[in-house]
């Protein structure tokens, strides 16, 4: 078969089958360039097949492609939509996640949770006895006379030290104090008295 022939064949085909296979795949896939492109495909493929195959019943070989690329097209498009459905969901689950994280949020808690973890900090980098005699006095309510006779100092030697551990803290916690300002003078007495009271206006000096 010539070229000529076979594109005078293939004009005959497109001619007879396209409108009715464009309105077959149309009446499933309602997407009007989708079912353009599929049924110009399937007619394409039954052309190449045909010059084989003399014998084939035309429309029965054509409704079989267009029903195969249809279905190939619906089968991709079920499984993308799954994709994107699980996507969302996932999105759906984090966003909830969120929500409920933010909607659980407690500022003051945090806030005094940041404040004690600094304060420990701040402590464990003090010279041991002037740890342990900071500690006695504010966590075990020692007085300085109490605290000199444990261990063995003189009373100005434990005012000494406590005097050094609170200029210390005071300088820990110099950069919050602006954001402290920002709490209630409860919230605030609250924080730092999670340590001791008695600290609480020792620090603000």
Same mark, same amino acid.
């Given at each position: 078969m010539?070229?000529?022939?076979? /594109? *005078?064949?293939f004009?005959?085909?497109y001619?007879a089958?396209?409108?009715?296979?464009?309105?077959?795949v149309?009446?499933?896939?309602?997407?009007?360039?989708?079912?353009?492109? =599929?049924?110009? +495909?399937?007619?394409i493929?039954?052309?190449?097949?045909l010059?084989?195959?003399?014998?084939i019943? %035309?429309?029965?070989?054509?409704?079989?492609?267009?029903?195969? !690329?249809?279905? #190939?097209?619906?089968?991709? +498009?079920?499984? /993308? $939509?799954r994709?994107?459905?699980?996507?969302?969901?996932?999105?759906?689950?984090e966003?909830?996640?969120?929500?409920?994280?933010? $909607?659980n949020?407690?500022? #003051? $808690? %945090?806030?005094?949770?940041?404040?004690?973890?600094?304060?420990?900090?701040?402590?464990?980098?003090l010279?041991?006895?002037t740890?342990?005699?900071? /500690?006695?006095s504010?966590?075990?309510?020692? @007085?300085n006379?109490?605290? &000199?006779?444990? =261990?063995?100092l003189?009373? !100005?030697?434990?005012?000494?030290h406590?005097?050094?551990?609170?200029? =210390?803290?005071?300088? &820990?916690?110099?950069?919050?104090?602006?954001?402290l &300002?920002?709490?209630?003078n409860?919230?605030f $007495?609250?924080?730092?008295?999670?340590i001791?009271p008695?600290? @609480?206006? *020792?620090?603000?000096?």
């Amino acid at each position: 078969m010539s070229v000529l022939e076979r /594109k *005078n064949t293939f004009n005959e085909i497109y001619t007879a089958y396209y409108r009715r296979s464009f309105l077959f795949v149309r009446s499933y896939i309602h997407d009007p360039m989708t079912s353009e492109d =599929i049924a110009s +495909e399937s007619l394409i493929k039954l052309w190449q097949y045909l010059p084989d195959h003399p014998e084939i019943n %035309i429309e029965l070989f054509l409704l079989t492609i267009l029903k195969n !690329k249809a279905l #190939d097209y619906l089968r991709h +498009e079920q499984t /993308k $939509q799954r994709a994107l459905k699980h996507l969302e969901e996932t999105h759906q689950r984090e966003l909830d996640l969120r929500i409920s994280s933010l $909607q659980n949020c407690d500022p #003051d $808690q %945090i806030f005094s949770k940041e404040i004690l973890y600094l304060i420990n900090q701040t402590l464990d980098s003090l010279p041991e006895r002037t740890r342990s005699i900071f /500690k006695m006095s504010r966590f075990e309510n020692l @007085t300085n006379r109490e605290i &000199a006779d444990k =261990i063995g100092l003189s009373v !100005k030697d434990v005012e000494y030290h406590m005097s050094k551990s609170l200029k =210390i803290l005071r300088i &820990a916690l110099k950069d919050y104090l602006p954001v402290l &300002a920002f709490f209630s003078n409860d919230a605030f $007495q609250r924080i730092l008295s999670l340590i001791n009271p008695v600290f @609480t206006d *020792n620090l603000m000096k």
